[in-house]
């Protein structure tokens, strides 16, 4: 009987966990997917690894253990599975051979960045889109998410104060960046 | 120059993200990978001879995983080639019905059958001849 009762409850929970995922799937998913695409910079990878982020959430789901809310433990799995991503062999291996491209110069790339370039809203996005990770990851959760400190802390596991220097000091890149433009 | 980020929000809206969504395909396929990973769970989506040749392979003694895989694929049953993972899914899936029990040895996971698995492992042997009940039936039976 207990055994029947627990095969019950399995099956309960799996339904539940079912429906948790398709919550946060119709909650967070594009919000998810800008922060994927904030790391990795690729529409198809970005789409990927938010797809393998919920797979993720689903198996993990059990640890979950509301000591913060669903919301900071959904970015923490985020934020951590593309920083997995871009250690891995395949991105430091393949995409960076195909990055090299990019170093050779072309004509026809260079003259579309101008035109891109002339519009100011363009400009402040690649401005972002270029900080070093660091600064691109606190920037994008704060202005972006408009999360608080102290979410973006637990979010990223780095230090509150590291945190507040690291926004400080993207700004202060930023500001360079766009006055060398003007 | 005041915070060149207060207006951030609305301008990467219009620029890298615009037209950038999580599309219902996407969301679709992890809905597939989800239930995909519950079927797995689920002794019916396994193939009957593949849970016949594993429970043969521990009828004599008991043997870790490696093993195991080594000898079903020894037998044709090749369910688990290129795929090993799944293999420790049944397994677990096996011990939780009671149907093996392990026990860690040199910082390796022995499978035995249990006297349940045994009983089920005889049983089916009599009534495949029969061609009655199938083995899974009566597992999963037993673990109601």
């Known amino acids: 009987m207990s055994e029947l009762r627990h095969f019950l409850v399995t099956i309960e929970s799996l339904e539940e966990k079912e429906l948790i995922i398709d919550q946060l799937m119709q909650e967070y998913s594009d919000d998810l997917l800008h922060l994927v695409y904030t790391y990795v910079k690729n529409r198809t990878t970005a789409e990927d690894l938010t797809q393998e982020i919920f797979i993720k959430c689903y198996e993990k789901l059990g640890q979950f253990s509301q000591r913060s809310s669903i919301k900071t433990w959904v970015y923490r799995i985020a934020c951590n599975h593309c920083k997995d991503y871009l250690r891995s062999w395949h991105y430091r291996k393949i995409t960076l051979n195909e990055k090299i491209f990019d170093y050779i110069p072309s004509k026809s790339i260079h003259v579309e960045e101008e035109i891109i370039a002339k519009n100011e809203e363009e400009s402040l996005t690649q401005a972002v889109m270029n900080l070093p990770i660091k600064y691109r990851e606190a920037v994008f959760l704060h202005y972006y998410e408009e999360m608080p400190l102290a979410e973006i802390s637990k979010v990223t596991s780095v230090n509150i104060n590291t945190i507040k220097t690291r926004l400080k000091r993207a700004k202060e890149l930023l500001k360079d960046k766009l006055i060398k433009e003007d | 120059?005041?915070?060149?980020?207060?207006?951030?929000?609305?301008?990467?809206?219009?620029?890298?993200?615009?037209?950038?969504?999580?599309?219902?395909?996407?969301?679709?396929?992890?809905?597939?990978?989800?239930?995909?990973?519950?079927?797995?769970?689920?002794?019916?989506?396994?193939?009957?001879?593949?849970?016949?040749?594993?429970?043969?392979?521990?009828?004599?003694?008991?043997?870790?995983?490696?093993?195991?895989?080594?000898?079903?694929?020894?037998?044709?049953?090749?369910?688990?080639?290129?795929?090993?993972?799944?293999?420790?899914?049944?397994?677990?899936?096996?011990?939780?019905?009671?149907?093996?029990?392990?026990?860690?040895?040199?910082?390796?996971?022995?499978?035995?059958?249990?006297?349940?698995?045994?009983?089920?492992?005889?049983?089916?042997?009599?009534?495949?001849t029969k061609q009655l009940t199938s083995l899974k039936h009566l597992i999963e039976e037993a673990s109601l």
């Open chain 2, 1 to 128: 120059m005041d915070n060149p980020f207060n207006n951030l929000k609305n301008v990467m809206k219009k620029t890298v993200f615009k037209d950038l969504t999580f599309s219902n395909e996407r969301k679709d396929a992890v809905k597939e990978a989800i239930q995909g990973k519950q079927s797995q769970l689920n002794l019916h989506s396994w193939k009957e001879s593949t849970i016949i040749a594993l429970l043969e392979t521990l009828q004599l003694e008991s043997r870790d995983g490696y093993d195991i895989s080594t000898l079903l694929f020894q037998k044709h049953e090749l369910c688990f080639q290129n795929n090993e993972g799944q293999l420790y899914t049944l397994l677990h899936l096996l011990e939780n019905k009671g149907i093996l029990s392990s026990k860690w040895i040199n910082e390796k996971k022995y499978y035995t059958l249990t006297t349940k698995g045994k009983k089920y492992a005889a049983a089916y042997k009599q009534e495949s």
